[in-house]
């Protein structure tokens, strides 16, 4: 195997910085055998700051990504980046200049404006408080009052998953599906939220149990949590339950986690589509 190379890639923004990690962290997995070492300057807002900046550019130079409102400040680091031939791209400018050419005006220029305390983002914490409360099957009674629920037996990344869509403003419960244990009869007459089924091959939740009892202590004393038969029955009483109820099923044997959350809004946005027809 080719040894990994490495590369240096600056991350400099007026904000958190969590719009250039994303757009780096997505460019930079293009790129098998390399990988990025990232330096994150946030919440850059003088000149002196680009300045000492500037000095750890010249100890590492490398990819310069930048989210800068400031038009002075994003001229400087540019000029900066010009005289140490360090590529420099502004993330955000080809977009909005999209946006200008379209809607013919121009952005605010407002630091961090996708993070103001507006009302989404008062209802994306009260979407995650809700998903802690409701994670691993707590608080069942008032399940209507979730947006989505979800099943799946043990390792099926239920609350990883939850946490992620409450993030996104969803509020979401979760269920673990135990061998024995019939699901609650507020589920199956759940009306108003969507249930979803989470399902990965026996292989892949027998992987990652493995993983977890060896990290920490088995979960129980049934030595069918790591049997690849017990868990293929485990497997299969879920893919039953969906079927009999009409809910649909996602396998999340080889997707992320924000492909399956991205499955589940697809879903959702379908359901709500339907009703509102």
Not at 1 to 25: K, Q, Y
Not at 94 to 115: D, E, K, M, N, W
Not at 198 to 227: C, G, K, M, T, W
């Amino acid at each position: 195997m080719a040894p990994t190379r490495f590369f240096h890639l600056h991350l400099i923004s007026d904000a958190t910085g969590e719009t250039l990690i994303n757009v780096g962290r997505a460019a930079a997995a293009q790129y098998a055998g390399i990988h990025a070492v990232e330096h994150i300057h946030s919440l850059v807002r003088t000149a002196k700051q680009i300045e000492r900046i500037v000095l750890e550019l010249e100890n590492s130079p490398g990819i310069v990504l930048y989210t800068l409102v400031d038009e002075k400040l994003a001229e400087l680091l540019e000029a900066r980046c010009n005289e140490l031939s360090i590529p420099a791209v502004s993330v955000l400018d080809p977009v909005l200049q999209a946006f200008q050419a379209y809607l013919g005006t121009r952005s605010t220029g407002r630091i961090g404006a996708q993070h103001a305390l507006d009302a989404s983002y008062f209802e994306r914490i009260e979407a995650l408080n809700f998903t802690m409360m409701h994670d691993d099957g707590q608080l069942p009674r008032d399940i209507d009052e979730a947006d989505v629920m979800l099943l799946g037996v043990s390792r099926t990344s239920k609350t990883p998953t939850s946490i992620y869509l409450a993030n996104r403003g969803i509020k979401t419960a979760n269920l673990p599906i135990v061998k024995g244990i019939p699901v609650p009869a507020l589920v199956t007459r759940a009306k108003t939220c969507l249930v979803v089924g989470l399902v990965a091959s026996p292989d892949r939740i027998v992987q990652i149990r493995q993983n977890r009892v060896l990290s920490l202590s088995p979960e129980d004393d049934n030595p069918a949590y790591l049997d690849r038969t017990a868990v293929s029955q485990e497997v299969l009483e879920t893919r039953r339950l969906c079927a009999k109820y009409g809910w649909p099923l996602i396998d999340v044997s080889r997707r992320s986690i924000e492909e399956t959350a991205a499955a589940v809004l697809a879903l959702l946005g379908e359901r709500r589509g339907k009703q509102m027809a």
